[in-house]
């Protein structure tokens, strides 16, 4: 019963996370943080092992090509210095068990080929999977909407695919669901939040902020982790080479939109549904940020590292498969040369983690890095 009722916290529900720590936790009659922290890390090595199924599914690699792709992901997963900043506290799986549903969703909902017609059993799973989600941290709520409209994309991709009665049968849950979901966690809090975002203190004069930089720096870090850990250094070099990289994005699909259309054909989509499914979670989770708390303040994006590695390599990965369709060879290796270039500034951020943290800890100056 204590159990149960320490779950409900602020504007999530935590039963399924509490349920492992409490699994882990057999062996020592005690809730032991050692085996909180081996359980986040080995919840993030499933998120890794779950991504790569996606990133297998999509690439026609040759041995050479699989291994060092494969090493390009291992390093974007585990080399961040915000990895540590992550899975070096406790509770970590808090974050990645919704992350841990929306891949295993991506990969239920569009496997074998886009004519593939989903069983009842692929949907109660997928509805099982939101359920843990959703009861697992605040990220987990949208996981159900993302289902919802994962479902009608398949049915656009293949009529046949899904049928309506199933489309229909998971909004009932969605709606029960969420009814459910809302009468149990304390609004009071989330409101209070979200008020404190619109509206001046103690008003109801609408608050406008100016501070774009902040948006930019959220946005823009969010999509590109693994340019990240100079950030922990409150660098500006990392706001540079983010929007560097999403221009680089936004050139590229103008240049798709207005010459290449065609390659988006129903095929094409649905080898790209897994990735576009993540993409579009996270942006629940960025929106749903902005709204109830504002734009994190600078150097706090370590708190959104599961979420954001996930959405950032979902968006490099359609863009490296975008540019193998398009056969623009000679774009992708400016690509992946501009990629590996900005990447190698992590190296500084370790020389310097290196130099605060085990060479001279003592004389470490603490501004926040």
Wanted: hydrophobic share 50%; glycine share 2%.
């Amino acid at each position: 019963k204590e159990i149960i009722g320490s779950t409900v916290h602020n504007d999530s529900i935590k039963f399924f996370p509490t349920l492992l720590e409490y699994f882990f936790s057999f062996g020592f009659n005690y809730w032991n943080p050692r085996m909180s922290l081996l359980l986040g890390f080995l919840s993030w090595l499933v998120c890794y092992a779950l991504f790569l199924k996606i990133i297998v599914r999509l690439f026609k690699f040759n041995a050479l090509q699989k291994q060092i792709y494969y090493l390009l992901i291992s390093l974007c997963f585990f080399s961040s210095l915000f990895f540590y900043s992550r899975f070096s506290i406790v509770f970590a799986v808090h974050r990645t068990l919704p992350i841990i549903c929306a891949l295993s969703i991506s990969l239920l909902l569009f496997k074998n080929n886009k004519n593939y017609i989903l069983s009842n059993s692929d949907i109660l799973l997928s509805i099982l999977l939101c359920i843990i989600a959703q009861l697992s941290f605040a990220s987990g709520i949208f996981i159900w909407p993302n289902t919802f409209l994962a479902l009608i994309f398949k049915r656009y991709l293949s009529k046949d695919s899904v049928s309506k009665l199933k489309i229909y049968s998971f909004l009932f849950f969605l709606v029960l669901f969420s009814i459910i979901y809302f009468n149990f966690f304390e609004k009071d809090h989330i409101i209070s939040l979200i008020n404190n975002q619109i509206f001046e203190e103690n008003k109801f004069q609408p608050k406008f902020s100016l501070d774009l930089r902040k948006y930019f720096i959220f946005i823009f870090t969010f999509g590109s982790s693994f340019f990240n850990s100079l950030i922990n250094f409150q660098n500006n070099y990392y706001l540079f080479f983010s929007s560097s990289l999403f221009i680089f994005y936004i050139i590229l699909s103008i240049t798709i939109l207005k010459n290449k259309l065609y390659i988006f054909s129903k095929e094409v989509l649905f080898k790209l549904s897994p990735l576009i499914y993540l993409v579009s979670f996270n942006l629940f989770i960025i929106f749903s940020v902005f709204i109830s708390r504002g734009v994190p303040d600078i150097g706090h994006e370590s708190r959104y590292f599961c979420e954001s590695t996930i959405f950032s390599l979902s968006i490099i990965n359609i863009v490296f498969y975008l540019l193998l369709k398009l056969k623009r060879l000679k774009i992708l290796k400016i690509f992946v040369a501009f990629a590996l270039i900005f990447s190698l500034n992590n190296l500084i951020a370790y020389a310097i983690y290196f130099k605060n943290y085990y060479l001279f800890p003592y004389s470490r100056i603490y501004s926040g890095e």
